[in-house]
Nanobody
Framework: QVQLVETGGGLVQAGGSLRLSCDVS????????LGWFRQAPEKEREFIAT????????YYADSAKGRFTISRDNAKETVYLQMNSLKPEDTAVYFC???????????????WGQGTQVTVSS
């Protein structure tokens, strides 16, 4: 069974940066494409970015383009989300997830972490 554990969330001022990490354990790390999602209170879970199993392909939501970067270290079995120029509207719980497909659709991700809170103050 795949287990994912996110770390790196916290409180940051607008314009600041955070790097989220997600450690993955279980079946071979390179079996999965990995994604980052977020969910703000009373809102649906929102896709942010995804990276293919090899790391050669990435795809971003429009809200993340130019500010967020997804990457993975297959040796460390970790996926990262570098977030720059943070805005108050980026405040949410951030989740990493694993899928057998390269996809932005949450329903296609079968394994999820517990989430990490990111709060951006104005």
């Amino acid at each position: 069974q795949v287990q994912l554990v996110e770390t790196g969330g916290g409180l940051v001022q607008a314009g600041g940066s955070l790097r989220l990490s997600c450690d993955v354990s279980g079946p071979p790390f390179t079996s999965y494409n990995l994604g980052w999602f977020r969910q703000a209170p009373e809102k649906e879970r929102e896709f942010i970015a995804t990276i293919s199993w090899s790391g050669s392909s990435t795809y971003y939501a429009d809200s993340a383009k130019g500010r967020f970067t997804i990457s993975r270290d297959n040796a460390k079995e970790t996926v990262y989300l570098q977030m720059n120029s943070l805005k108050p509207e980026d405040t949410a719980v951030y989740f990493c997830a694993a899928s057998g497909s390269f996809t932005a659709v949450p329903a296609n991700y079968h394994y999820w972490g517990q989430g990490t809170q990111v709060t951006v103050s104005s």
